[in-house]
């Protein structure tokens, strides 16, 4: 009895600790990983968080190409898709719908998430935004909209440019896997300005490329004050029901009802391939304009300081014989968009494993590239 009696009390003491020390958000990371059997965020965490809706109102279905299924995937593309858990997998070429599949019980109206690929998301609406007006231009100071990083050490420094680019020097330890970095603090906290407010500035911004999620939730925040509306109804207007989008998708937030800018849309794969082919068609769908192709090509142009392989929002890969550039997000979300080939694929699921030896990208995309476009050209 009395064993029991000090068990609670050292449990309790902890938890007063945890909270104490600013780590209540634990709490919400055990309950919706461990507590599930898992051992880290799933592309099925939408279900699990509080979110603003992005509505579509015209639902616009994929033309299907003549062909639509009737090639097999090879052993070496149905082997890997295989071995990295895929939840889906789609082609599309010449703007129809070529190949379609689902495993592990997802169909297309699945809603599964986006991860990182929100980040070149954000950067369409910061992109929006500039185009309307709403925003100066590339390089306004992120104090403009917030004052208090006027004062911030390098802070007055701080362009939107910055963060759209990941040249912000923010001190921001980007790992998934360690529960006391600002990583999880933003995931599963209840609250993003604390979670990134608070950071420091390690560099002068504009000095070195580091991938960071922190930055492109500060850009979450300045293009959100700069429109004066929530991102998700932003989101809505300006992309989603221009594209015709065939289900409403949802974007988690925080308590207060922030967007989280760096990851956490939930939409299905069909949806996600046409913001591939908007990309593909320059920032077109139809006879529309939805996004200027100036900025398109500012978001697909390779950056020095990244070494050549990031611009804004999207990764790319010009050294590989095919081109290619995409939206990236961690195990295994992908949008690739093939301009050579006219080709968009699809790939979601749940692998934590995938290597990057391709200078920090994915070698799965790559391979993906390769291998789908011999597939199907």
Request: glycine residues 6%; charged residues 25%.
């Amino acid at each position: 009895m009395i064993f029991l009696f000090y068990f609670i009390a050292f449990i309790v003491a902890v938890a007063a600790l945890i909270y104490i020390l600013g780590y209540a958000y634990l709490f919400s990371g055990i309950s919706k990983t461990y507590f599930r059997g898992r051992m880290s965020a799933n592309i099925d965490d939408g279900k699990l968080f509080r979110s603003n809706i992005i509505h579509t109102t015209a639902p616009k279905l994929w033309e299907e190409d003549a062909e639509l299924n009737k090639k097999e995937l090879s052993k070496e593309i149905a082997d890997d898709l295989l071995h990295s858990n895929t939840a889906s997998f789609l082609v599309i070429k010449n703007g129809k719908l070529l190949h379609e599949q689902y495993w592990n019980g997802y169909t297309s109206h699945s809603k599964t998430n986006s991860f990182s690929m929100a980040k070149a998301i954000t950067v369409m609406l910061y992109g929006k935004a500039l185009e309307e007006g709403k925003i100066k231009n590339t390089d306004q100071n992120f104090s403009e909209l917030y004052e208090e990083f006027k004062t911030k050490s390098f802070g007055k420094y701080l362009t939107l440019k910055h963060l759209a680019q990941m040249e912000s020097g923010l001190e921001w330890d980007e790992n998934y896997k360690n529960p006391f970095l600002p990583n999880a603090r933003a995931y599963y906290g209840s609250s993003l300005i604390k979670a990134t407010f608070s950071r420091r500035f390690k560099e002068k911004p504009g000095e070195r490329f580091e991938y960071q999620s922190g930055s492109t939730q500060l850009l979450g925040f300045a293009v959100k004050k700069a429109i004066n509306q929530s991102l998700s109804s932003y989101l809505s207007e300006k992309f989603w029901i221009p594209l015709g989008m065939e289900q409403n998708a949802d974007w988690s937030v925080d308590e207060s009802g922030m967007e989280k800018t760096y990851c956490c849309i939930h939409s299905n794969s069909r949806d996600f391939a046409k913001l591939g082919q908007l990309f593909l068609d320059d920032g077109k769908a139809g006879n529309q304009q939805v996004l200027n192709l100036e900025f398109i090509e500012q978001m697909r142009t390779p950056t020095k300081k990244s070494d050549e392989i990031y611009g804004m929002g999207l990764w790319i890969n010009n050294d590989n014989p095919i081109k290619h550039y995409y939206f990236l997000g961690l195990q295994g979300q992908y949008i690739i968009m093939i301009p050579e080939h006219k080709m968009v694929i699809v790939r979601t699921g749940s692998y934590n494993n995938l290597p990057k030896t391709d200078r920090g990208r994915p070698d799965q995309v790559k391979f993906l590239v390769n291998e789908t476009v011999k597939l199907f050209f």
